[in-house]
């Protein structure tokens, strides 16, 4: 793949040491590194005194108490929650004990369409099953704070729960893992739908925030510019897909192979589950054929 991106892997934050990154914006780096955090899942604080916070992490005692520290002091109104995958939600009970905050969410974690027979989580960077916020939110709902408000952007693809927030004070989106300046957002069925994906980029594109917060690494100023490089990306890939399938019927082993090159060895069950993202959409939009519904170990072709 052509390095079609302008991504950003500079990210020099250390871990639980707070970052004052926007006037009404701080961060906190949590030390779970990894192939799908890259150096750890970020917790943002917003405001002065009575703050919000976006994603409190995965369950990390010392994260927790970083948090807790940095607001030390303050108070903690609200947390908002972008996903439900493990790196983002089950910080949220040690955060909600200790301050009493209402937990504002899209919803519970669920996949995108019904499991398949069969059909198990691959990722390691599975569904928090338990959480329920306390405060369901809908797309273009406003949470008000003291001298900040928040717009909640739902944004579904990476999970079905997945919201951004907008920031309005500061033209800024808390953007989870839909949109990421180090690397491309994992699209991974059951949890994540490539249509959806697609879908809310698009919806990116046509507001108005230029500075975006991402869940890992570190911010993205030219925002538009950068989200309209990521659905190129992702209409490159599916290029490919339908360019290799155009030589013939493929499985997604052989797709993985003809499109990732170079590929972290860690990464292939990722890759693999984001070509079957793309494939559930090419059925879908019957532009590729396979036999039943699209799965892991089907056979793919052109549909002509
Ligand atoms: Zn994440």
Same mark, same amino acid.
């Given at each position: ?11 020099? *934050? ?7 990154? %926007?006037?009404? &914006? #701080?961060? &906190? ?6 192939? !799908? ?22 369950? +990390?005692?010392?994260? @927790? ?11 903690? %109104? =609200? ?18 004990? /200790? ?9 519970? =974690? ?18 928090? *099953?338990? !959480?329920?916020?306390?405060? #369901? ?6 949470? /008000? ?12 693809? =990476? %999970? @079905?729960? =997945?919201? $951004? ?17 180090? $690397? ?14 697609? @879908? ?21 100023? +030219? $925002? ?9 990306? #992702? ?40 070509? *079957? ?25 052109? /549909?002509?």
């Amino acid at each position: 793949m052509p390095d079609d991106i302008p991504f950003n892997k500079t990210f020099p *934050l250390a871990p639980e040491t707070v970052q004052q990154v %926007t006037p009404l &914006v #701080r961060r &906190v780096l949590c030390d779970n590194p990894g192939p !799908f955090t890259f150096t750890g899942s970020v917790s943002y604080i917003v405001g002065r005194g009575e703050v919000a916070i976006v994603d409190p992490g995965p369950e +990390d005692e010392r994260h @927790a108490n970083a948090l807790l520290e940095a607001v030390r002091g303050e108070t903690v %109104t =609200h947390i908002f929650v972008t996903n439900t995958h493990r790196d983002h939600s089950p910080g949220v009970p040690r955060i909600k004990a /200790a301050t009493g905050a209402v937990v504002c969410a899209e919803g519970p =974690h669920r996949p995108a369409r019904p499991l398949h027979i069969g059909e198990h989580r691959v990722l390691d960077s599975a569904g928090d *099953l338990d !959480f329920r916020p306390d405060r #369901r939110l809908a797309d273009g709902e406003v949470v /008000a704070g003291d001298g900040w408000s928040i717009e909640a952007v739902a944004t579904p693809g =990476h %999970t @079905a729960n =997945h919201m $951004a927030y907008a920031l309005r004070e500061e033209k800024a989106l808390f953007a989870g893992d839909h949109v990421m300046a180090w $690397a491309t957002s994992v699209i991974a069925p059951p949890d994540g739908a490539m249509s959806d994906y697609m @879908a809310s980029l698009d919806k990116l594109m046509r507001r108005g925030e230029t500075l975006y917060f991402p869940g890992h690494g570190p911010e993205i100023p +030219d $925002a538009p510019l950068f989200v309209k490089a990521y659905i190129a990306h #992702r209409k490159g890939r599916e290029e490919s897909i339908l360019h290799r399938l155009g030589k013939g019927e493929a499985d997604i082993p052989t797709l993985v192979r003809a499109i990732y090159i170079g590929i972290d060895p860690r990464l292939t069950g990722a890759a693999g589950l984001s070509v *079957l993202a793309h494939l559930e959409d090419l059925v879908a939009r019957r532009i590729v054929a396979t036999q039943g519904a699209p799965s892991i170990d089907g056979l793919y072709r052109l /549909a002509v």
